[in-house]
């Protein structure tokens, strides 16, 4: 669990620097929010991350990580996670 500055780190990090390394990338799918104003999010290769040794890596690992907003709906955690800066996928975009 990452709280505070460790939080917004990662968040800042995955946006800005992470996300648009994916290959193909074309944005997060709005399909992911729980329903409850949380956000998960799936990974499947953890070296685009720049602070990653790419020389030490015998294999690519995914993982799984969840926005756990203060939003009571869908709408409200979107509207918020759009203004931090998500990368989402423009409306009407095939998945």
Not at 8 to 34: C, H, M, Q, Y
């Amino acid at each position: 669990t990452l709280r505070g500055a460790r939080m917004w780190e990662f968040l800042d990090r995955f946006i800005n620097v992470a996300a648009p390394t994916i290959r193909d990338f074309r944005g997060l799918p709005f399909k992911s929010f729980d329903g409850r104003g949380n956000y998960t999010c799936g990974i499947s290769d953890h070296t685009i991350f720049p602070e990653i040794e790419l020389d030490k890596v015998t294999r690519t690992i995914g993982f799984d990580f969840t926005i756990v907003t203060t939003a009571q709906t869908d709408a409200e955690a979107r509207e918020l996670l759009t203004l931090l800066g998500f990368p989402f996928r423009k409306t009407g975009s095939a998945a």
